[in-house]
């Protein structure tokens, strides 16, 4: 008698197809090669000022433009990439938000379409600037450098929160 190879058949196609769900639907939308250029941080209203002093460790916002020569390095830094991003004078990119916050996984609240992240709560900064009438965000982990995030997502918890 001779074993038939329909459970072994009927078990791989059910791997495929639960293989093939784990996918992202809008992975192959996007032009090879292509670019993009920053876009703003999409308000429903007013942002939040929760006031506090640049200088100091991440806990506030100013809301009006910086000098640049008062801020911590690494917010110099995303003042700097996001005047050249936007060719805005350093002089005029406003700090909206300088926080602590835990983001929900290890994409730091700027995930990218197809990639996956540690499930795990992720201590971590964000920094939304101004610039020219739209607001910009930059997001970290721990004490790490600052990236632009075009896509935001927000943190978890933020230190207003917990």
């Given at each position: ?18 293989l093939g769900?784990?996918g ?56 700097d ?9 350093p002089g ?5 938000v ?65």
């Amino acid at each position: 008698m001779r074993p038939t190879a329909g459970p072994t058949v009927l078990g791989l196609a059910a791997l495929l197809l639960a293989l093939g769900s784990c996918g992202d639907p809008d992975v192959g939308d996007e032009t090879p090669g292509a670019t993009s250029s920053p876009s703003a941080i999409p308000t429903d209203g007013p942002t939040t000022d929760r006031t506090a002093d640049p200088t100091a460790s991440p806990t506030g916002s100013t809301g009006r433009p910086s000098d640049p020569a008062s801020l911590p390095p690494d917010v110099r830094t995303a003042v700097d990439d996001l005047a050249g991003r936007t060719g805005v004078d350093p002089g005029e990119i406003a700090v909206v938000v300088f926080e602590t916050v835990t983001w929900s996984d290890g994409s730091i609240g700027c995930p990218e379409p197809g990639k996956a992240y540690t499930q795990a709560l992720v201590d971590g900064r964000r920094l939304v600037l101004a610039a020219g009438g739209s607001e910009f965000a930059y997001h970290g982990e721990g004490q790490g450098p600052l990236a632009y995030c075009a896509s935001p997502v927000p943190p978890a918890e933020t230190a207003e929160t917990r």
